[in-house]
């Protein structure tokens, strides 16, 4: 039985709903924390105090007009306001032969039902992408129905190599397309494997070098991610954790979720 994963929020929030993470809103929606200057000549979200206060100490230098304050264009603030947003997690997940071995399969999904559910409560989006064979499928587009999620992870059959550098560019893919949609997005790039990688992109690249150079690209867009390896046994390569420290992933074993070790929040 594997215990609750749960994806830290960026700051504590005490109740278990509610979204995740805070941005800075680029409308009037959200809580006004403090000013800044105009973002262009629309002035529609005028900070009047902060406005004030720029203009007063400026009295002693300009004419005297009918106002009490002579307010001039530089003097004028606008309200910096944050919200909450939901993450956007992309699920990408290893269905290749290896997967199919003894439990490891029912454990996967055990560990994604988990972070599912953590999903659901703070409104996040999911997405599911899987690979196996010679290729890489995204089932199940970014959503807020965590249902659909469960039902097309439900019926996932596994077998054949695996193609772990498909699954690590599809999951980039959809994650630059989302930002490119959703400038406030915040992304998160889960990827569930025993990093057994046997099929490249690139036919000159070995595939676990091509793993780790997809894994760079990842890194250097500063995209957040989670590494839930599922190799076991007593002969282990080792080869996810290598790329998780590539990547800069937060790094979690399937042995750890079972001996529950593991149950406070992904940064």
Do not use: W
Request: contains cysteine; aromatic residues 4%; hydrophobic residues 35%.
């Amino acid at each position: 039985m594997i215990k609750q994963i749960k994806l830290k929020t960026e700051r504590e929030i005490k109740k278990a709903d509610g979204r995740r993470s805070i941005a800075v809103s680029d409308d009037k929606r959200g809580r006004y924390i403090s000013d800044k200057m105009p973002s262009d000549n629309n002035y529609n979200d005028i900070a009047l105090i902060s406005t004030i206060r720029n203009a007063a100490v400026n009295q002693n230098y300009r004419e005297k007009g009918p106002m009490a304050i002579s307010v001039e264009k530089e003097d004028i603030r606008e309200k910096k306001r944050v919200r909450k947003i939901g993450n956007t997690i992309i699920f990408v997940v290893d269905c290749s032969g290896s997967m199919g071995v003894s439990q490891r399969m029912k454990e996967t999904k055990s560990a994604i039902f988990s972070l599912l559910i953590d999903a659901y409560q703070k409104r996040d989006k999911v997405a599911l992408i899987v690979f196996k064979q010679k290729s890489a499928e995204m089932i199940l587009p970014p959503t807020s129905s965590v249902e659909l999620a469960k039902k097309k992870l439900e019926y996932i059959p596994t077998g054949g190599k695996s193609p772990l550098c498909h699954g690590l560019l599809t999951g980039y893919q959809c994650i630059t397309s989302e930002l490119k949609k959703h400038k406030e997005c915040k992304p998160l790039l889960v990827v569930i494997s025993d990093g057994r990688v046997n099929v490249g992109i690139d036919k000159n690249i070995k595939p676990v070098e091509e793993a780790n150079r997809l894994a760079m690209q990842i890194r250097s867009s500063r995209i957040e991610s989670l590494v839930i390896d599922t190799e076991s046994g007593y002969i282990r390569l080792g080869k996810m954790k290598e790329i998780a420290d590539t990547m800069g992933s937060r790094y979690l074993s399937i042995q750890d979720l079972r001996a529950d070790k593991i149950i406070e929040a992904v940064r």
